[in-house]
């Protein structure tokens, strides 16, 4: 995992990825903002975090802590949840980042699956929407741990590497794959999967880092698929 993830740090100095780049920061931080800006207009301007019809018993914590920690809160969950958002990114710098990784190391492939633009958007979509709604979910154990640091980020980086790790296999992978041709590869592989997307969940944490972190973890998913279909292909 470590080398997939080396070689995609190393090719973002690749004249070939510098727009993307710097494209990916500017669009990243102005997508946080907003993001932040609409929690904090969420918590603070509305009742919907403490009706009782959602959190139940959490409610009363939830209130407590908002008061005493608002400002710290409302960052810590657009933290949270920004990688949900940040992936929709992936959709626009896709192609080029994953045609960029492939002409470098792996220049003999052959041409690609015919897959429209609406295909990639309902990978992505789907991403985004069972991300938002899972991390959303587990709010009430973040708030009830909140002082208990490690257990909140095992939570989410165990959920999120998850999540992220299977919407990067599927964006890459349904590139070259017939849809079943990625699940069966995505089965017998989903341990590395996982470990490439918990990684990513990492990066996501990193501040500065998190902002190119969509691009660095599809470049080194296209070394983990690359690799684990050769080997797929060769024992079949």
């Not at 973002?12 to 920061?25: A, G, P, R, V």
């Not at 470098?104 to 492939?109: D, E, R, S």
């Not at 690609?112 to 991390?135: D, G, H, P, Y």
């Not at 909140?146 to 590497?161: A, D, E, H, V």
């Amino acid at each position: 995992m470590i080398a997939f993830f080396s070689l995609a740090v190393v090719q973002l100095f690749d004249k070939s990825l510098q727009k993307i780049l710097w494209m990916s920061l500017v669009a990243s931080a102005i997508l946080f903002l907003v993001f932040w800006l609409l929690v904090g207009y969420t918590l603070l301007q509305t009742e919907l975090f403490s009706t009782g019809w959602f959190y139940g018993i959490f409610d009363w914590i939830f209130i407590k802590i908002t008061n005493i920690f608002g400002g710290i809160l409302i960052f810590i969950l657009t933290w949270f949840l920004f990688p949900s958002i940040v992936t929709l990114l992936v959709t626009f710098f896709l192609e080029k980042t994953i045609n960029s990784v492939e002409k470098k190391h792996y220049p003999n492939l052959p041409e690609t699956r015919q897959q429209n633009m609406l295909e990639i958007s309902k990978i992505t979509l789907k991403f985004m929407v069972l991300s938002i709604i899972l991390n959303v979910l587990v709010i009430p154990l973040y708030l009830v741990f909140f002082f208990l640091g490690p257990l909140n980020l095992f939570i989410f980086y165990i959920l999120n590497g998850y999540l992220l790790g299977k919407e990067y296999f599927e964006l890459v992978a349904y590139r070259r794959l017939e849809p079943s041709e990625a699940d069966d590869l995505f089965k017998r592989y989903h341990g590395n999967v996982f470990r490439v997307g918990l990684i990513s969940a990492l990066l996501m944490t990193v501040p500065l880092i998190n902002m190119v972190a969509p691009i660095i973890s599809v470049a080194a998913m296209v070394h983990l698929v690359q690799k684990y279909n050769s080997i797929n292909t060769l024992e079949t």
